[in-house]
């Protein structure tokens, strides 16, 4: 189908996005796949990237290359969120517009980036990875107005720790049991109330994340989701699916809090966290103080990272040890965190 059709739309549809790309009515075109989907394949829909051959009513020719995505879910509506963001001056790339094919499914008509990055290119870089704080930072300090409130997705990272209390529970009976290996059998047989202190521990990161600000929140912002335009060096933030009004600090947690999943940056914790400042303004052009920031968004990525507790204790019954020494490590974490207060723990 990707070689011969356009998720068999109708041509009408196709003319009334394609003349908001070209900025002219149109009278015939044709198109042609001659470019490959590069960086992160993703797993909300599928993705195409047509080179449309069009001639106006005044005779001229002219072509345009397109990336067009069709999501897997007929609720999701990307469009509404690039239409916020462009309403917001953000950093994004153009939306020619949006139409619907027979199943209901939205199909989006995007602006082609011609280059987009890779994890390993930002991450080493210093000047990639400034570039890519710097546009995370302007994303989430979108202004949310009440339009965009009224949107149906909205960030629940506060229930996820609750929701822990009865997986820290399995976890203190199996290890007691000697099932995860001596380090954590050591460390629940040493105390016999560890589990009630884990879970009050769960239930106030569920209260203090409930009570942070909210934001625009991109949802998936990896150096894989940006790109530029060619001849341009500015990032763009490409994949907007999963945007909702979250957490604000949701998107930057993961590289500047205690996180065990990233290689190593060409910056370290706290100048990433001085430059997203620099760009991030708050509400009513409230700024966060370094030590403020630092500490919401350990306990954001604390809260988050929780939900992983259930996962590594199936990995860990069955005798993977690493997932067993992360378990102990997010639990160590968990242990010494105290609200308003900074994470600061060796990784597994």
Request: glycine fraction near 8%; aromatic fraction near 10%; include cysteine.
């Amino acid at each position: 189908m990707a070689s011969q059709s356009l998720f068999d739309l109708k041509r009408s549809d196709v003319v009334q996005v394609l003349e908001q790309a070209v900025g002219t009515p149109i009278d015939t075109f044709t198109f042609t796949f001659r470019h490959e989907i590069t960086g992160h394949a993703g797993h909300q829909g599928e993705k195409l990237i047509p080179t449309f051959d069009y001639t106006t009513y005044e005779g001229r020719r002219g072509q345009v290359v397109v990336f067009v995505k069709r999501h897997a879910e007929q609720e999701r509506i990307e469009s509404e969120q690039f239409l916020h963001a462009e309403r917001h001056n953000a950093p994004i790339p153009k939306l020619y517009g949006a139409v619907r094919d027979a199943e209901n499914r939205e199909i989006l008509f995007i602006e082609h980036l011609d280059r987009i990055y890779t994890d390993a290119e930002v991450y080493r870089s210093a000047d990639l990875l400034r570039s890519f704080v710097r546009l995370v930072a302007r994303l989430n300090a979108l202004s949310t107005d009440k339009a965009y409130e009224r949107l149906p997705k909205h960030g629940a990272l506060h229930r996820i720790p609750g929701d822990q209390v009865p997986v820290v529970q399995q976890i203190a009976a199996r290890a007691r049991q000697h099932d995860l290996g001596d380090r954590l059998a050591r460390r629940f047989g040493a105390d016999a109330n560890l589990e009630l202190a884990l879970a009050v521990k769960l239930r106030l990161l569920g209260q203090v994340t409930a009570g942070f600000p909210m934001g625009f929140v991109h949802g998936d912002l990896w150096p894989y989701h940006v790109g530029s335009r060619k001849g341009s060096d500015a990032m763009l933030a490409v994949d907007l699916g999963l945007s909702l009004l979250g957490a604000r600090f949701f998107d930057i947690a993961p590289f500047v809090g205690p996180s065990d999943d990233l290689p190593s940056l060409a910056l370290g914790r706290e100048e990433i966290a001085v430059t997203y400042l620099e760009d991030y303004v708050g509400p009513c052009g409230v700024r966060s103080s370094l030590a403020d920031f630092l500490a919401e968004a350990d306990a954001v990525w604390l809260a988050w990272n929780s939900r992983r507790l259930g996962w590594l204790l199936r990995l860990a019954l069955g005798g993977d040890i690493q997932a067993q020494d992360t378990i102990w490590w997010l639990l160590d974490l968990l242990q010494i965190w105290e609200e308003g207060e900074q994470v600061h723990s060796g990784h597994p």
